[in-house]
């Protein structure tokens, strides 16, 4: 099963500043379709979890614009161009290759 | 818009059973993969189980593979997981979710599980 490690596990960040989150995977999440199985989760207080991108830089209805996906193979970033405070919550990378799905251990995004 | 709501999580204890329910709505359920995945207190997402669209095949992460089991009924929008002896590090919060293009990206509230003695 790929496992998945994120960096860093807490990331402070300033309003209005940038903030990256990387993934790593263990293994390609290429499928043999060709598509790659990389999908990030967000998860804020009080709320239900939510994807915010899929297949690596795809994003989920109604994302705002200031979060995207990029990487290949084994090594995929999450950008926040200009964090909001409704941002603060828990980042999740997520496999979809193949099932188990896995996650890896989550960035703490705080102000 | 599409909604899941979980529901049958509670206080249970160790060795005894719990099932709990997912019902969805607004979109076409026959049409969807559905994931349970739970997050136990202070750790991280951890997948569970998922169904196919046609209820034909299940898969499980092996810390609950031959305990657990995932079910759906199209017909009444609702997926299940009928968990049976629960352990201590069953205790988690279970979120259902709807599949698309390699993970859930709808999903409930979440329900709780307990399981203590």
């Known amino acids: 099963d790929p496992v998945m490690t994120q960096s860093p596990p807490s990331l402070p960040v300033t309003l209005g500043q940038p903030a990256s989150i990387s993934c790593r995977s263990s293994q390609s999440l290429v499928h043999a379709d060709g598509n790659t199985y990389l999908g990030w989760v967000q998860l804020r207080p009080g709320q239900s979890p939510r994807r915010l991108i899929y297949q690596v830089s795809i994003r989920d209805s109604g994302v705002p614009d200031r979060f995207s996906g990029s990487g290949s193979g084994t090594d995929f970033t999450l950008e926040i161009s200009g964090v909001e405070a409704e941002d603060v919550g828990v980042y999740y990378c997520m496999q979809g290759v193949q099932w188990p799905l896995t996650f890896g251990g989550g960035t703490r995004v705080e102000i | 818009q599409v909604q899941l709501v979980e529901s049958g999580g509670g206080v249970v204890q160790p060795g005894k059973s719990l099932r709990l329910s997912c019902e969805a709505s607004?979109?076409?359920?026959?049409?969807?993969?559905m994931h349970w995945v739970r997050q136990a207190p202070g750790k991280g997402l951890e997948w569970v189980a998922l169904?196919?669209?046609?209820?034909?095949?299940?898969y499980y992460a092996d810390s609950v593979k031959g305990r657990f089991t995932i079910s759906r009924d199209n017909s009444k929008n609702m997926v299940y997981l009928q968990m049976n002896s629960l352990r201590a590090e069953d205790t988690a919060l279970y979120y259902c979710?709807?599949?698309?293009?390699?993970?859930?990206?709808?999903w409930g509230r979440g329900t709780l599980v307990t399981v203590s003695s």
């Open positions: 607004a979109f076409s359920l026959s049409s969807h993969n």
């Open positions: 979710g709807r599949d698309f293009w390699g993970g859930p990206d709808y």
């Open positions: 169904t196919t669209y046609d209820g034909s095949n299940q």
